[in-house]
């Protein structure tokens, strides 16, 4: 019997790989929000929200669908030897298919790394100008950030490439434990607190309206990372709860709740004057991108 046949009468199922797969895909799709934020401001400005969030979600699902159903095809199939060698394994499918793989391999790694690079500089940018309150940031400084940002990227592939998929999947894993509950709040505060209503030159004042420091926001952030705990089911760790399930992964789950939840509750937002007496978004076309969330 052929692999693929043996693959097509398989019907054996276990719940906590399905749900780590779930999860991982999840944690493919959040990495995402950050680039909204950071590309939406470079769109025309008549372009809707729901254009913007949509075509970016349906771009990334569909394009992360065919590579992860590609990938676990060539688990299924392959077994040993995709596992060893997964770009090495689909370049031997056939003659001329090396090449394919080669050229979509680049392509995806020039066009994440400057994404990535970007969004790290706009991150490390923000913290920065936000400690010195300079409001410039120079050519230099900008060339300083991203060789800084990339030599650090390329430092850890480096080390994680004797284990890269183990690695990966352990970054993927780390990211949505910490950035599920940013998400939370994010989208919260922007579509149930203030009601996609932002007075956005206060954003740029410290002691604005909005003040310097939202405590309630990180008070809510570190309870949905610490709540996460015993329902983490990675390499490094096991929580009790996530071995008790099977291995199953839904500890970004509880952290998108309880973070959102208890944000919304406790957003001293809520209290403010009505949110008609700040401008809308649509009214401050130039600053849509800052107030665009991500998701």
Same mark, same amino acid.
């Given at each position: 019997?052929?692999?693929?046949?043996?693959? $097509?009468?398989?019907?054996?199922?276990?719940?906590?790989?399905?749900?780590?797969?779930?999860?991982?895909? %999840?944690?493919?799709?959040?990495?995402?929000?950050?680039?909204?934020?950071?590309?939406?401001?470079?769109?025309?400005?008549?372009? +809707?929200?729901?254009?913007?969030?949509?075509?970016?979600?349906?771009?990334?699902?569909?394009?992360? +669908?065919?590579?992860?159903?590609?990938?676990?095809?060539?688990?299924?199939?392959?077994?040993? +030897?995709?596992?060893?060698?997964?770009?090495?394994?689909?370049?031997?499918?056939?003659?001329?298919?090396?090449?394919?793989?080669?050229?979509?391999?680049?392509?995806?790694?020039?066009?994440?790394?400057?994404?990535?690079?970007?969004?790290?500089?706009?991150?490390?940018?923000?913290?920065?100008?936000?400690?010195?309150?300079?409001? $410039?940031?120079?050519?230099?400084?900008?060339?300083?950030?991203?060789?800084?940002?990339?030599?650090?990227?390329?430092?850890?592939?480096?080390?994680?490439?004797?284990?890269?998929?183990?690695?990966?999947?352990?970054?993927?894993?780390?990211?949505?434990?910490?950035?599920? !509950?940013? +998400?939370?709040?994010?989208?919260?505060?922007?579509?149930?607190?203030?009601?996609?209503?932002?007075?956005?030159?206060?954003?740029?004042?410290?002691?604005?309206?909005?003040?310097?420091?939202?405590?309630?926001?990180?008070?809510?952030? %570190?309870?949905?990372?610490?709540?996460?705990? !015993?329902?983490?089911?990675?390499?490094?760790?096991?929580? !009790?709860?996530?071995?008790?399930?099977?291995?199953?992964?839904?500890?970004?789950? $509880?952290?998108?709740?309880?973070?959102?939840?208890?944000?919304?509750?406790?957003?001293?937002?809520?209290?403010?004057?009505?949110?008609?007496?700040?401008?809308?978004?649509?009214?401050?076309?130039?600053?849509?991108?800052?107030?665009?969330?991500?998701?």
């Amino acid at each position: 019997m052929t692999n693929s046949a043996a693959l $097509i009468q398989q019907t054996d199922f276990a719940i906590g790989p399905f749900v780590l797969g779930i999860s991982l895909a %999840a944690s493919w799709q959040l990495t995402f929000g950050p680039y909204i934020a950071d590309y939406s401001r470079y769109l025309p400005k008549n372009t +809707s929200q729901r254009a913007t969030m949509g075509w970016t979600f349906a771009g990334s699902v569909i394009g992360g +669908s065919l590579a992860m159903i590609l990938g676990a095809l060539g688990a299924a199939i392959g077994g040993h +030897s995709f596992n060893t060698n997964q770009v090495g394994y689909l370049a031997n499918l056939g003659a001329g298919f090396a090449w394919l793989v080669l050229l979509a391999v680049i392509c995806g790694k020039l066009t994440g790394n400057t994404l990535s690079t970007y969004g790290g500089f706009m991150s490390l940018a923000t913290i920065v100008t936000a400690v010195t309150r300079r409001e $410039i940031i120079t050519g230099k400084a900008r060339t300083g950030y991203i060789v800084l940002i990339s030599a650090a990227a390329l430092s850890i592939a480096l080390a994680a490439s004797d284990n890269f998929l183990g690695a990966f999947t352990n970054f993927l894993l780390f990211l949505l434990y910490f950035m599920t !509950p940013w +998400s939370a709040i994010n989208l919260v505060d922007f579509y149930f607190v203030r009601k996609e209503k932002y007075n956005v030159a206060a954003l740029f004042e410290p002691d604005g309206e909005y003040g310097r420091i939202s405590w309630t926001a990180i008070a809510a952030y %570190a309870a949905g990372i610490l709540i996460q705990i !015993p329902f983490m089911n990675s390499p490094l760790y096991v929580g !009790p709860v996530a071995e008790w399930l099977g291995g199953a992964e839904i500890a970004w789950l $509880i952290g998108l709740a309880v973070s959102g939840g208890l944000y919304y509750l406790f957003a001293p937002a809520r209290k403010a004057p009505p949110y008609s007496t700040r401008p809308a978004v649509d009214e401050q076309p130039e600053a849509a991108a800052v107030t665009r969330p991500s998701i």
